[in-house]
């Protein structure tokens, strides 16, 4: 009994040894994946969506027909192919299609984010919208896309105010001095940024009556200020955002805008 109780004893040593390294083993293996596993993607539309912009507090207009045979609303905002897509670097890729369904009040289809958040235009505190952009293409005859804007809500939903376009590498501001008409204010910001080019826009509502509006590209930055028009002073706006592309005709099914935002964000 004693000579096989000894040959048991260095089997178990040797199973107990062999178990505590599997363990010790398997923890390493668990913390070096755990090292390299990639976090998952954060940002709008919900977990895994894939863009580092939140769409949180926006809706989306689509370039499609909707039920009330307008323009198609998406609310709260989500990714929507092909409309609205997330790039491998978080970015958020707009495209809208010279053809195609409109708001009521526009000629032109847009992929382009709302506000759900609106304000007093010049007497509701500082309000402001910036992004990060290049625009990767144009309208055949146009060449011009509004990219952002402070647009009329409430009662004045029909009202464009303020927008920032792009048109054949021209970044201007424009400001609408009525409800109605071509009235207006224009400010050229940028001029040669080439498709594709990152550049930054910043749109300021100071809330004291003046508004700024600025661009950024390549080093070179230039700001324009204005006055809140009498027309807007105390109605209620938002910020809209995206890619409200401004063909006179369609030219193809291809034709139209694509524009890749990388940061958008409104305070």
């Known amino acids: 009994m004693a000579l096989r109780t000894d040959h048991r004893t260095p089997n178990r040593r040797a199973l107990a040894i062999l178990v505590g390294a599997l363990v ?26 894939g863009t580092s912009i939140d769409l949180e507090g ?24 092909p409309w609205l897509t997330a790039g491998p670097d978080g970015s958020l890729s707009f495209w809208a299609p010279a053809e195609g369904s409109t708001t009521k009040n526009s000629e032109h289809p847009r992929t382009e984010l709302n506000s759900l958040t609106e304000f007093s235009a010049g007497t509701d505190g500082e309000h402001t919208l910036t992004a990060s952009l290049a625009v990767n293409q ?4 146009s060449k011009d896309i509004i990219v952002g804007q402070i647009h009329g809500a409430g009662d004045i939903i029909s009202a464009p105010y303020v927008m920032l376009h792009y048109r054949d590498g021209e970044i201007r501001a424009v ?16 001029t040669g940024v080439p498709l594709n080019d990152r550049f930054d826009v910043t749109i300021t509502d100071a809330g004291d009556g003046s ?12 700001q324009a200020t204005a006055q809140v028009p009498a ?31 990388y940061a958008i964000e409104q305070s």
């Open 24 to 49: 010790v083993g398997g923890g390493l293996l668990w913390l070096v994946l755990g090292v390299l596993r990639p976090e998952p993607p954060t940002g709008g539309g919900g977990g895994g969506s």
């Open 175 to 190: 400001v609408k001095q009525q409800h109605k008409g071509d009235e207006k204010q224009s400010f050229s910001l940028l």
């Open 58 to 81: 926006w809706k989306l207009t689509l370039p499609t027909e909707g039920k009330s045979g307008n323009a198609a609303i998406v609310e709260p905002a989500a990714l929507t192919e």
């Open 231 to 261: 027309a807007f002073h105390g109605q209620t706006v938002r910020f809209q955002v995206g890619d409200y592309q401004q063909a006179d005709s369609a030219k193809g099914a291809d034709d139209g805008g694509r524009v890749t935002f």
């Open 211 to 222: 508004m700024t509006i600025s661009a950024s590209h390549d080093g070179n930055t230039q």
């Open 138 to 141: 144009v309208p055949e005859d």
